[in-house]
């Protein structure tokens, strides 16, 4: 499985963004896809994860951030009220039942 992200980029505290992120290969055997983030000097941390029909989100991003998979192959994650903590490289990915798998990231700034 390969995951293309895209639609990362500048934006003022307070904005919107959304990405994407597109999967392809064996995406009929995936479980579950989502986001991840990394800012510098920090973990790895989640920010919303889709199983099923079952949402779950990081606690930072709780209310603000909604992801959504759109098809087998296709998740997209909105992100409202944008802080300047939010500033990360953003990672899709995705799971079946014996690998986990990763975008190559796409950089998010919040600033002014």
């Known amino acids: 499985v390969q995951l293309q992200a895209s639609g990362g980029g500048l934006v003022q505290p307070g904005g919107s963004l959304s990405l994407s992120c597109r999967a392809s290969g064996r995406v009929f055997s995936l479980n579950g896809m989502g986001w991840y983030r990394q800012s510098p000097g920090k973990e790895r941390e989640l920010v919303g994860f889709s199983t099923g029909s079952i949402r779950r989100y990081g606690d930072s991003v709780q209310g603000r951030f909604t992801i959504s998979r759109e098809s087998k192959n296709m998740l997209s994650l909105q992100m409202n009220d944008l802080k300047p903590e939010d500033t990360a490289v953003y990672y899709c990915?995705?799971?079946?039942?014996?690998?986990?798998?990763w975008g190559q990231g796409t950089q998010v700034t919040v600033s002014s």
């Open positions: 990915n995705a799971v079946d039942s014996t690998q986990t798998y």
